[in-house]
């Protein structure tokens, strides 16, 4: 299932259309910012209200807190940055 938030441009906002999640992976050195929340839908909204998010990894860290982080690039800019990651998922946005 494919998840799309839209903002008008009346807004100065932007489209953002979500891929389906990968289990188990993270993107890894394209972090722009790291926020504790406790659903994948708030760590969804959060990429799309700051401008350079385009994709995200939401998970849990071994201390048991969970975790959203931001990334600036997408898994098919950078695809040798995707690396497995127990109890994370990461989720792209199409352009």
Do not use: W
Not at 26 to 46: D, F, G, M
């Amino acid at each position: 299932m494919q998840a799309t938030l839209q903002r008008t441009q009346s807004d100065n906002c932007r489209i953002l259309q979500f891929s389906n999640p990968i289990d188990g992976a993270a993107l890894e050195n394209h972090v722009i910012k790291t926020v504790a929340l406790n659903s994948e839908h708030s760590c969804r909204v959060q990429c799309y209200l700051e401008n350079a998010c385009v994709s995200y990894n939401f998970g849990k860290r071994a201390s048991g807190e969970e975790v959203c982080e931001l990334n600036n690039s997408t898994h098919t800019e950078h695809p040798q940055d995707l690396k497995r990651k127990s109890n994370f998922i990461y989720r792209g946005t199409k352009v």
